[in-house]
């Protein structure tokens, strides 16, 4: 079996995602059932909502082979080795950046696909990339880091926009108009995190 | 663009779901994706679950432009004038039982049309009307509205069994049949806020 | 009306879900719309989430009304006998079991039927089995029990596994496999209750 180039980027995407629900669920003390489900629905929970909300069943995750070993194997990782995850926490990040980026456009493409309207298919990216760690914050219980903190959405949004729009208004190739938009989303969310950049809370 | 008045009945209540969902992200301390996000998951979940319940997808708030774009100048509203949102709860309340109304009108409509029985059809009535207030509570952290305090469900269960009784078994034109099941439907819950009827909770 | 034995198998899992839904919502004092409410998510939620990654819709309870019709009559016991059924925790506990391992193999044997690959059809079976409850304790807002404590996922998943196993491996009769699996998680699960078993929970 050989990898792609894009297959590697997505599944690094996934291992991290996986992480991040593995993580919570061992922050949380859930027991080793726990541990899998949180790591699932951490890793495919985006993908998931999007093809139910277009209809696009059996949703992908069921038929992907190579993604659901990569989160058994996150998961057991991340059970094993917490200490080390916390440390190489810097890294995962990166992961983690790479997978909004290329989950967002995979969930662009679809929308894109289906015949919806651009705006939509620019929130179906941000679902893609970002809503699986909204459904780990709401089964522990935490209020939605999506939604409190860190520019996360909003680099889905930058990158998954400028997509969009130079892939329907543009005859740029789409290799090149895709890796510039993971590009912006990586390069968004990692200096976000570099420099610390929130966005402003609501106050009453 | 010229709005029939049904259409403009099923924007101010879309529109009172997106502020109920606004505020509450601000009463949150969420941010601007937050705020987006819960006006959205309020306004448009309950419809959004009862399309993948009966497979209707891509569900219908994906090309309902107008309903999006309603929900978007509630959020900012909400965001920008939030102590005069408060001052206004007398009026949203208005547009929010009216909003119950014809949603679940429309939930019971789909599920006739599906060919799914009585019952079925008053609770897709009632989850259209208010799930997406569920989901706001669920996503929020806090206790749901719907299952714990106010005559709002029962409301929808009243008004609908009404309609879905008089559409199936007699021969009333649909149009009157509607009027009279929406403002029973907006009359029980007004007057229950009136004059703050509750059902009983149970006690152990 | 004549049910059939499995058919009284189900709806003994059927009542004891909706009572563990009901029990919740009494827990919780909400509302007779809560109690209710709650007693059909529980009871219905699991076959409810495999149905929609499946694409298969209507979603299976809305065309089952023995199944709602049973769910009512329990939220309606729960709430009239409530410290009845505390009492009678044991026996809802058999019915429990009974419910986790019917379910089961109703999801497993709609994978199978969808050509899934094996692992995934383990996982609708214990989706069918546990993701009810797992909504429940997410609108409640408690930590998941399917998550943190009991042996209920493990059970589900041996039995589902021999019986996937069986199934498509050898010419063994479905009736026969079907009641050595359901047998086994019935068995795993009130063991793992009469002694107390645990997964271990994971720490930091």
């Not at 593995?22 to 495919?44: C, E, H, M, P, R």
């Not at 967002?104 to 699986?132: D, E, M, S, Y």
């Not at 998954?160 to 989303?185: D, H, K, M, N």
């Amino acid at each position: 079996m050989s990898l792609t180039f894009i297959q590697g980027l997505e599944l690094s995407g996934t291992f991290a995602f996986a992480i991040s629900g593995a993580t919570a669920a061992i922050n949380k003390s859930y027991d080793v059932i726990g541990l899998l489900a949180l790591a699932f629905v951490t890793a495919i929970g985006g993908g998931t909502i999007r093809d139910l909300l277009i209809g696009a069943t059996p949703v992908a995750w069921m038929t992907d082979e190579l993604s659901n070993t990569a989160i058994i194997v996150a998961a057991v990782i991340a059970a094993l080795f917490f200490s080390y995850v916390k440390i190489l926490q810097r890294w995962l990040n990166i992961f983690d950046a790479i997978g909004l980026g290329m989950f967002t456009i995979t969930g662009i493409n679809k929308g894109i696909a289906a015949g919806l309207p651009i705006p939509v298919c620019v929130a179906l990216g941000v679902i893609t990339g970002a809503f699986g760690g909204l459904l780990r914050d709401v089964i522990t219980g935490e209020q939605p880091i999506l939604f409190t903190r860190e520019i996360y959405a909003v680099a889905s949004i930058a990158g998954g926009s400028l997509y969009v729009l130079a892939s329907v208004f543009t005859p740029l190739p789409g290799g090149f108009v895709q890796s510039i938009s993971v590009a912006v989303i990586v390069g968004i969310r990692l200096l976000s995190l570099r420099y610390n950049w929130q966005l402003p809370r609501l106050r009453q």
